[in-house]
């Protein structure tokens, strides 16, 4: 029910926008948040926002990502500059169904982000 998309390749120090867009039902006053998984490595929290809107991002992300929200839109995004080829990875975005993680969140398809020259 999640639709991830703006994933892509990009030159070292570019910038990309990731969307996550969701029906109301599971959006509206939920924490969500951005995990991705670079190549044979484990996934990884990214970006977490809570529906009031506090942010929590990754220390190796912290300054160069934006995790935020358009609760009109139901979309959450996650604004990416100055990327390394570390930041290079499927990127997942997910609701709480709950207040805490559990099996029954939602998660979105994925979408490759590649940083190369």
């Known amino acids: 029910q999640l639709q991830a998309s703006g994933g892509g390749k990009v030159q070292p120090g570019g910038s990309l926008r990731l969307s996550c867009a969701a029906p109301?039902?599971?959006?509206?006053?939920?924490?969500m948040g951005w995990y991705r998984q670079p190549p044979g490595k484990q996934r990884e929290l990214v970006a977490r926002?809570?529906?009031?809107?506090?942010?929590l991002l990754r220390d190796s992300v912290e300054g160069r990502f934006t995790v935020s929200r358009d609760n009109a839109k139901n979309t959450m995004y996650l604004q990416m500059n100055n990327l390394s080829p570390e930041d290079t990875a499927v990127y997942f975005c997910?609701?709480?169904?709950?207040?805490?993680?559990?099996?029954?969140?939602?998660w979105g398809q994925g979408t490759l982000v590649t940083v190369s020259s």
């Open positions: 926002i809570t529906g009031d809107g506090s942010t």
């Open positions: 997910y609701i709480l169904r709950g207040a805490f993680p559990s099996n029954g969140d939602y």
């Open positions: 109301r039902s599971i959006f509206s006053g939920k924490t």
